[in-house]
């Protein structure tokens, strides 16, 4: 087991410079414990598990496999990134496992957002086995743990063991390329190593994804409306120049209904509640300001391009009171 820690006096990654030789230091490292073994990865298109795959393609290529589940509750046009980045771009040895129909199947009905963590943790460990039982001679698990992780998880905030619930025959030994890195440390590396900056700069997104946005019993329809009206709010936030500006955005879909009018026609729609917050670490946070020609863009796009939508509403509570998730 890698279990190395990061030195106390060791120099913040800032640079460019620095970032490429701590790639080439990695990659000797990497060479070095793995030699001819083979290692299998959960690649989830997330900044970390994207720079350690990348990391660990540039060291020993072929002898990486990489397993992308789609477990249906991911945002927008993320699968195919992953796909096109690390199969077509890299590429990379990468097993594509459609486990939508599954995931939602398990989860229909589960109301309880506990409940619903529960189902889509253990499930998520279930297809990851199955498809590890598949390949031959692996001896290592790459794991995109990162420094703040170790310190949650000793200061007894946060349990952190991605792998942890991976049965008795499968406990491999891990590499953790980038353990010792802070967030905006792991960014650069990304960099250097040359992922794209929609990947590098991915504002943070729940192990749950949108199942934690749809809030009780998830139905694929009010999903899809979760999915399509958080594409429209990150194309237009993009637009609007606040893409990096702002430190988490996203949209919710309630499940209730409300009165409108389309055409004459009276109307029963769901309403999509936009959450745009700011914040160091997470901890607590304020609201965006965002402007008002926005918010009425923000309302046209989703009113009209959204099924099933007939409202867009703002949130405009902090944490605390409320988290930045509504589950
Ligand atoms: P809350 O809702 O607790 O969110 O104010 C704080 C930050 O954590 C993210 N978050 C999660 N991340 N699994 C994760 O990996 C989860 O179950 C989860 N719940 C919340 C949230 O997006 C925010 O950045």
Redesign the pocket.
Known sequence: MMLESRPENMKRIDSPELAQAYVEERIAMLREQIGEKKVLLALSGGVDSSVVAALLIRAIGKQLTCVHVNHGLLRKGEPEQVIRVFREEMNANLIYVDAVDRFLDKLAGVADPEQK?RVIGREFIEVFAEEARKLDGISFLGQGTIWPDILESEAGIKAHHNAGGLPEDLRFELVEPVRILFKDEVRMVGRALGLPESMVERQ?????GLG?RCPGAITRDRLEAVRESDAILREEFAAAGLAGKVW?YFTVVPDFRSTGIREGKRTFEWPVIVRAINTTD?MSATVEELPFALMQKLVSRITNEVKGVNRVLYDFTP?PCA???YE
């Open positions: 963590r943070p997104f729940p192990g749950p934690v988490q997470a944490k988290t930045i998730e």
